[in-house]
DNA sequence: TTATCACATGAACAATTATTCATATGAAGG
DNA sequence: CCTTCATATGAATAATTGTTCATGTGATAA
């Protein structure tokens, strides 16, 4: 976190306080580390994979775990990720969950970023 | 990447061969790794707040290190995953490096991740 | 060339994390 | 009650990864 040995402190912008100003400017670390939170959550292959198998409906865990080729247990482990992170939102139904999409800034997100990968 | 013991193979879907059907839908593995990854990429605080900081200017190295109080090598290094993935590009201006957002693709994702994060 | 500045990079370490295995919880039916 | 099915969870392990430290590279100026 500190600062290495020796800067030069030979700042290349403009203006004698260009970088407090710049500093200032960006929001609080508490919000930029949520923000880093929320797209960890989406940086790993299977929870991609476990929102977009809910994409079109709702599915119950074990069949989640079938379409995935996946042990339930770990489908579960992420879906409680995806639940702290209010990706995904779940009913009971008897002894079934059945989990979806907790709305469509998921969609929004999975679409925008596949439209980079995509090039 | 096996399946567990015993599953029930008790498929709640509707219709015989709907889980296949549903994997079938899936894209590529391959699409879906460079989709998590490309969200991994966003999901470090550091890199978040590098990519803020040239939101509005492009900076050389040095000054993004003063702008977050980070090493100059830590700064390089996530510059190095940042390029990997195509969110920022750089040119050279005597010894100093500059660096700049890509394209707006960066700013849509970073906007829509604030909008779930401030909820 | 030699010295210095700005940046890049390799190795090592610490911290995080995804999976597996085993077990616990909770609901429905007998 | 007891059993079974569906899911959740705790512990342990293996793999990934961000930072630091030290050093390398490349450009400018004397």
Do not use: W
């Amino acid at each position: 976190m500190s600062d290495q040995a020796s800067l030069p402190e030979q700042a290349h912008l403009s203006g004698n306080n260009a970088i407090e100003t710049l500093r200032d400017d960006l929001p609080d670390d508490e919000i930029l580390y949520d923000l880093a939170e929320l797209f960890r959550v989406f940086g790993d292959s299977t929870r991609i994979k476990i929102l977009y198998a809910l994409f079109e409906s709702e599915l119950c865990v074990g069949d989640i775990a079938q379409v995935l080729h996946m042990s339930q247990s770990s489908v579960s482990h992420q879906l409680r990720v995806l639940k702290a992170s209010k990706l995904v939102k779940f009913r009971r139904e008897g002894k079934a969950v059945f989990y979806s999409l907790d709305d469509d800034h998921v969609r929004s997100m999975i679409a925008l970023g596949m439209e980079h990968v995509e090039e």
